[in-house]
């Protein structure tokens, strides 16, 4: 009885010492290089590119081809509110989708996706 009490109370002794150091232990999980996208609302300090009538054509043109194959035709224009009118057409003028993205290449309305 009396060798485990001893055990008891060096255990606790143990763990009572090892208490201030978990305790004073800095908790630096937020303040990693990892969490960086998530400070001013850019990721990883980019600088966002705004980008011309020219490129978002070939943008959009590459991924209607992705999309739904060759025939599909592509226009891009320029709203008077700065954002581009992206309309895919098929090989028989038919309207597949109409969209329109913002200068940085995002949906600026009806973001839904199909």
């Keep these: 009885?009396?060798?485990?009490?001893?055990?008891?109370?060096?255990?606790?002794?143990?763990?009572l010492s090892a208490?201030?150091?978990?305790v004073s232990a800095?908790?630096?999980?937020?303040?990693?290089?990892r969490y960086e996208h998530r400070r001013d609302g850019k990721p990883m300090n980019a600088d966002l590119k705004q980008y011309s009538?020219?490129?978002?054509r070939i943008m959009a043109y590459g991924q209607a081809l992705r999309r739904f194959?060759?025939?599909?035709?592509?226009?891009?224009?320029e709203t008077k509110d700065g954002t581009y009118l992206v309309q895919l057409?098929?090989?028989?003028?038919?309207?597949?989708?109409?969209?329109?993205?913002?200068?940085?290449?995002a949906p600026a309305r009806d973001s839904r996706r199909d």
């Design 26 to 33: 800095d908790d630096d999980y937020w303040d990693d290089d």
């Design 53 to 56: 009538t020219e490129e978002m």
């Design 69 to 77: 194959g060759p025939g599909v035709d592509v226009s891009v224009e």
């Design 89 to 105: 057409r098929d090989a028989e003028q038919n309207l597949i989708r109409e969209q329109e993205f913002n200068r940085y290449g």
């Design 19 to 22: 208490t201030p150091l978990l």
């Design 1 to 15: 009885m009396k060798k485990t009490t001893t055990i008891a109370a060096l255990s606790v002794a143990a763990l």
